[in-house]
């Protein structure tokens, strides 16, 4: 069995679909569902009440995402944790097949699962990505993985078409053994938003346990969820966790080429892009979340605030 988490924030029917899949195909293998909602104001958070084997917790205030699912794995005590993604859903034999593949007895020391995603198109995603070095996170700052994708930490070049161990997978649809949750005490609360899924694959594999992208089931991801409604605090939440991330994981020259290369280059890099492709809304938000990050700045170097 396992305990389904999902945090929603403001996912409407986003959310309604999520949960009627989980009903529909998890049933047979879901202990329990726990949502928790981050202080949502559209009222998604009632959308719960409809289904009654489901537990709401309410938080009333946005915690994030590492905050708020490490509430609702405490809300259980199964084998197995699935965090979901509300903006996600499940396909027949989605949940019975990854467990089915972690209990076999070869992948005792697979700490994490993922499986092959599909968006609305049925295309398969590209959800699987490397642990980041410092030159993977200076070339996308800088654009450079555009053209040799390879020295990015995003798998672009690869068609997601087998099953194979990989540094990490999506947090849209992350099956982890509890024993693991538990031995690395969740997800670092201190990444509201974006990273600290990969975070936790990296203390994992630190640990000894490995990731598994799982192509013999499917589930369903929109992509982007929720936060396309605030784009601009979207992407101050992302150059955030990637300073955050550099500087607990890298060197100090490392982490010190990331924070120079996202504070100098990327804002210049994000405006000539927007520029070419016309699109005044998308230079907006570069320069609204970097005027957020600018901000954030000196609260952390001084403070050692991160959220």
């Not at 995003?154 to 997601?160: I, K, L, P």
Request: proline share 3%.
């Amino acid at each position: 069995m396992l305990d389904v988490v999902v945090v929603n924030w403001n996912a409407g029917a986003q959310l309604r679909a999520c949960l009627e899949s989980i009903a529909k195909c998890g049933s047979d293998v879901v202990k329990r569902t726990v949502v928790v909602d981050n202080g949502s104001s559209d009222g998604s958070d009632a959308i719960v009440e409809d289904f009654p084997n489901v537990t709401l917790v309410r938080a009333n205030e946005n915690l994030g995402f590492g905050k708020a699912s490490n509430l609702g794995a405490a809300h259980g005590d199964s084998e197995f944790l699935l965090f979901l993604n509300p903006d996600a859903a499940l396909y027949p034999g989605t949940l019975r097949k990854s467990l089915e593949f972690m209990r076999e007895s070869t992948n005792t020391k697979v700490g994490i699962c993922g499986v092959q995603l599909l968006d609305k198109s049925r295309h398969v995603a590209r959800s699987c990505a490397r642990f980041p070095s410092a030159l993977g996170f200076v070339a996308y700052a800088s654009g450079l993985d555009r053209i040799y994708p390879r020295l990015g930490h995003f798998m672009v070049e690869w068609d997601h078409g087998q099953t194979r161990q990989v540094d990490h997978v999506i947090g849209a649809f992350f099956l982890v053994r509890r024993q693991v949750f538990d031995a690395l005490s969740g997800f670092d609360e201190r990444f509201f938003l974006y990273l600290e899924d990969l975070d936790f694959s990296l203390r994992a594999r630190k640990q000894g346990w490995s990731s598994i992208y799982l192509t013999s089931t499917q589930a369903f991801h929109a992509g982007g969820g929720t936060s396309n409604q605030i784009k601009d605090r979207r992407l101050f939440y992302s150059l955030r966790s990637r300073l955050l991330y550099a500087f607990k994981h890298f060197t100090a020259y490392g982490a010190t080429a990331v924070l120079a290369t996202t504070l100098l280059i990327e804002p210049l890099s994000r405006s000539g892009l927007a520029l070419v492709q016309g699109s005044i809304p998308r230079l907006r938000e570069t320069w609204m979340a970097y005027g957020m990050l600018w901000r954030w700045l000196p609260q952390w170097v001084l403070q050692g605030q991160t959220r």
